[in-house]
């Protein structure tokens, strides 16, 4: 399916940053061989004040791909000052905003197929 191919996945990436210029969170299509299976279309999300591993990819869930958003487990406690946890808040508001993107993008896609 085209969700899953690594230049369809980049294409859609590259429209969202275009069109929210502003937005803070950092956004790159993960650099790896996309074969089909469950690590295709990975998008790697960097929030400003958590170091935690977060990234978006496609799930299959009942007969649909949805796209998730995947927090890694840390190790280390999070301490944010106001102005931290307002980037974080921000940086959460902008990730929704970039999955609901690519889930718009492929559920287009699937009901042309």
């Known amino acids: ?3 899953r191919d690594r230049t369809t996945v980049e294409n859609w990436v590259n ?3 275009e069109s929210h210029s502003g937005d803070s ?4 299509v993960l650099d790896k ?6 690590n ?10 958590a170091s935690t591993i977060t990234f978006v990819h496609p799930e299959i869930r009942q007969g649909l791909p949805v796209w998730v958003v995947t927090f890694e487990g840390r190790n280390e406690t999070l301490d944010l ?3 931290a946890l307002r980037q974080l ?5 902008d990730l929704a905003e970039l999955r609901s993107f690519l889930q ?3 559920d287009a896609v699937v009901l042309t197929h």
């Open 81 to 83: 000052d106001d102005v």
């Open 1 to 3: 399916m085209p969700y």
């Open 89 to 93: 808040a921000q940086d959460l508001k």
């Open 104 to 106: 718009e993008k492929t």
């Open 25 to 28: 969170v950092g956004v790159a």
């Open 33 to 38: 061989n996309y074969e089909a299976g469950p």
């Open 40 to 49: 295709s279309g990975i998008v790697v999300v960097t929030l400003r004040s």
């Open 15 to 17: 429209e969202y940053i």
